[in-house]
């Protein structure tokens, strides 16, 4: 028997189940109310930010968007060039500029390849090479292997040129794109995505050594290993045709020559990789 009947004849019991039923209604509808709000709000903010309706489509194609579109550069080439020229009147720009854009693709090659063989230029200097043998070390170290695919340099410019303590600095900036990521020893994807393409900037140094007593004095030796390849003794004289303490014949254009010196992602330190 129920314990209590109204004069239509419902029980408590019943009376409560109607009660949870258009409480959960409500409910319900209000949190219908409340999504429909949000998405015509979303709807609204991606029609407004991608001029689509559908935020994931638009967000896609946002994506898409911003992984072909190369960054700009710091172009200061025609500022630039006349000086250099002045310096150094045969100076090739477009032979400099492609041969900047070529070792960029040998650069992040070798490094996907463990391998520095690419790199075995007469205008490579061996602290370049030793970078990156370097970076292929300490990537081998944790286990990881970097991916560089379809590599795109889209411009090239010259940013800055500098002359002091002894040497002349030419920098190159390019707008590179490439798919970058990084596996395990799995296989496994753990750093960037192999589904669209990243876009930055490279940055190239193209050094001329003019005073090697100035650069002495500076402390920048050692960064272009201006020694003799016999002995490993400092070369202190650019028109020097042998070594002074092994007597090794000492080639002097290898000393005055252009060699690039260095190369690295503009703003971000090597070992982020990203």
């Known amino acids: 028997m ?36 949000i998405r015509k709000k979303i709807r609204q903010y991606s029609k407004s930010l991608f001029g689509t309706s559908s935020f994931i489509k638009g967000y896609a194609e946002q994506t898409a968007s911003i ?25 090739n720009y477009n032979e400099v500029k492609s041969k900047s854009e070529m070792l960029i693709k040998a650069y992040l090659n070798s490094i996907e390849a ?25 990537l081998r170290s944790q286990g990881k292997h970097i991916f560089y695919d379809d590599i795109v340099i889209y411009n090239t410019e010259i940013s800055d040129y500098t002359t002091g303590n002894g040497r002349c600095i030419i920098r190159f900036q390019s ?21 669209h393409k990243r876009q930055t900037v490279y940055q190239s140094e193209y050094t001329y050594i003019q005073d090697l007593k100035k650069l002495y004095s500076a402390g920048q ?18 028109g020097a045709k042998f070594c002074e303490y092994c007597g090794t014949g000492i080639k002097e254009i290898n000393i005055k020559s252009w060699k690039f010196t260095n190369i690295e992602e503009h703003g971000i330190r090597s070992k982020n990789y990203f």
């Open 221 to 238: 030796h050692e960064s272009y290993s201006l020694s003799c390849p016999n002995c490993g003794a400092p070369i202190v004289n650019l």
């Open 2 to 37: 129920p314990i209590f009947n109204n004069e239509n004849g419902l029980s408590l019991e019943t009376i409560i189940a109607i009660v949870y039923l258009v409480i959960i209604i409500a409910v319900i509808i209000t949190v219908w109310v409340i999504v429909h709000k």
């Open 114 to 138: 463990e391998n520095t063989n690419a790199l075995n230029d007469e205008q490579v200097s061996p602290t370049l090479r030793e970078k990156v043998q370097n970076i292929i070390d300490d």
């Open 175 to 195: 707008a590179v794109g490439f798919v970058n990521y990084i596996r395990d020893i799995k296989g496994n994807i753990i750093q960037g995505t192999d589904q």
């Open 67 to 91: 992984a072909d579109e190369p960054r700009s550069l710091n172009g200061m080439t025609e500022v630039c060039l006349p000086n250099i020229v002045r310096d150094f009147p045969e100076f």
